[in-house]
């Protein structure tokens, strides 16, 4: 059982967390940027979470929590 909870978390011998993840030939040079989601339902009040932790809400529907992450950005990004 241990043996195989090495390979489930990626683990096995010789290989540490800290070695970086090896890449194919037909792999893309350069991957894709992943956003963790931002925009979530609390007992049907929908919120995004800022980068620090924050949930900013409520919003009446998730269109509503969209476009207000998509203001607040604007707001970061200008007082940068």
Same mark, same amino acid.
């Given at each position: ?6 390979? %489930?978390?990626?683990?096995?011998? +010789? ?5 970086? *993840? ?8 350069? =991957? ?14 929908? %919120?995004?979470?800022?980068?620090? +932790? ?5 919003? *009446? ?8 992450? =998509? ?10």
């Amino acid at each position: 059982m241990i043996f195989s909870t090495f390979f %489930y978390c990626g683990l096995y011998p +010789g290989k540490t967390m800290n070695d970086p *993840p090896k890449q194919r030939k037909d792999d893309p040079k350069e =991957a894709p940027h992943f956003r963790t989601h931002r925009i979530h339902a609390i007992n049907s009040d929908w %919120y995004f979470l800022t980068r620090e +932790g924050q949930n900013i809400g409520p919003f *009446p529907n998730k269109k509503a929590a969209e476009d207000s992450l =998509a203001e607040f950005l604007k707001a970061v990004k200008k007082d940068e």
